[in-house]
């Protein structure tokens, strides 16, 4: 019998492509989303007739015990969140009900339900913010910067929590940057491939950005989810870092994008809007993914330049359709 898959976040970047993954592998892939869904969702619009969509929300208790009764999973990936860091300091308490107590209530609707299933929490490396050691490794103390950190700290900590309170499988994947040309337009490397593709094809002039000297460990959203499927697959549960173990700036990301959309001298397009940047920022994130190699047999495929151009590449053809 296949095995059946629950998704919060389906609509989203990763959950689009876990979908896609899950599909291949022969899965019944159930996902969550806030709206109607008959609604149009255009990441998974591809995969209509292939999922099946419930309706649910992570501030409603009531609606993710449903949900999940509803599809009975073997495996639920908790990918549903706020995921704009930048948007945190306006929606702090929002931010901490979805990306915090939204997971304990995903915990306790598979406590109540589906005790057998398999849990996969999407933590994220803003926990480690102002880090305490340089790369950072599952054992790295965690220093939040942002009110997203906090609340992602958190959802780590309560799904570490239920493993050893109630012998839960439930693991934590504390993941890096990863991108991809489904990436929200608001995020960094996306707003700067997009900008590129749409200066070159005179669809816009200038690309304003809070700073050029922010670094991030960069990777391919693709290659991502299949660390997140892995993690379930183990004997047990564990946590893991999903990362690429280089650093790139701002500044690299424009100017391979630039290159890759043959428009000479990046610096003539770009200028600097404080609006742009945070209150408090994290330094020196970069991951140490070797406890993933080692025991997942995950390692990243995907190099940042390749990254970088692939996106560009696909926002040109998105906006000469
Ligand atoms: O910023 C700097 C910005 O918004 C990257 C999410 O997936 O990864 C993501 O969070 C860096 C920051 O991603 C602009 O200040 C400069 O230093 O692309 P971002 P993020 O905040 O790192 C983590 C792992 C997650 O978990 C999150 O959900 O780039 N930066 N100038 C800028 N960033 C933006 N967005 N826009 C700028 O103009």
Not at 31 to 59: A, C, K, N, Y
Not at 114 to 137: D, I, K, L
Not at 142 to 159: D, E, L, V
Not at 224 to 243: C, F, G, K, N, R
């Amino acid at each position: 019998m296949a095995k059946r898959a629950f998704i919060t976040g389906v609509s989203g970047q990763d959950g689009s492509y876990l979908s896609e993954l899950l599909l291949e592998k022969g899965y019944e892939v159930h996902g969550m989303v806030r709206r109607s869904p008959t609604d149009s969702f255009e990441l998974i619009d591809h995969l209509r007739g292939q999922i099946t969509l419930h309706q649910g929300d992570l501030l409603d208790q009531s609606s993710l015990t449903e949900a999940l009764r509803e599809s009975r999973p073997d495996e639920i990936y908790n990918l549903a969140a706020t995921s704009f860091v930048g948007s945190s300091w306006a929606q702090p308490a929002l931010t901490a009900e979805l990306s915090a107590v939204g997971v304990t209530r995903m915990l306790e609707a598979m406590h109540e339900t589906c005790p057998e299933a398999r849990f996969y929490q999407a933590s994220s490396s803003e926990m480690y913010g102002m880090a305490r050691e340089v790369p950072q490794t599952e054992g790295t103390p965690f220093y939040p910067r942002s009110p997203y950190g906090a609340a992602k700290a958190y959802g780590h900590f309560i799904t570490v929590n239920y493993r050893e309170s109630y012998d839960l499988f439930t693991t934590s994947g504390i993941l890096f940057n990863h991108e991809s040309p489904r990436r929200g337009i608001d995020f960094v490397t996306r707003k700067i491939t997009w900008h590129a593709a749409a200066i070159k094809l005179g669809k816009a002039q200038k690309l304003a950005l809070g700073s050029l000297d922010a670094e991030r460990d960069w990777g391919y959203a693709k290659d991502y989810v299949e660390a997140m499927w892995l993690m379930l697959q183990q004997e047990t549960p564990s946590d893991y870092v999903i990362a690429t173990n280089e650093r790139h700036s701002v500044r690299e990301c424009v100017e391979v994008a630039f290159d890759e959309a043959g428009l000479g001298e990046w610096e003539q397009y770009v200028e600097l809007d404080p609006q742009f940047v945070r209150p408090a920022e994290v330094v020196e994130l970069v991951g140490d993914y070797s406890k993933a190699e080692s025991e997942l047999g995950w390692k990243p495929t995907t190099s940042f330049d390749e990254l970088i151009r692939l996106m560009v590449r696909s926002d040109i053809d998105l906006l000469q359709a």
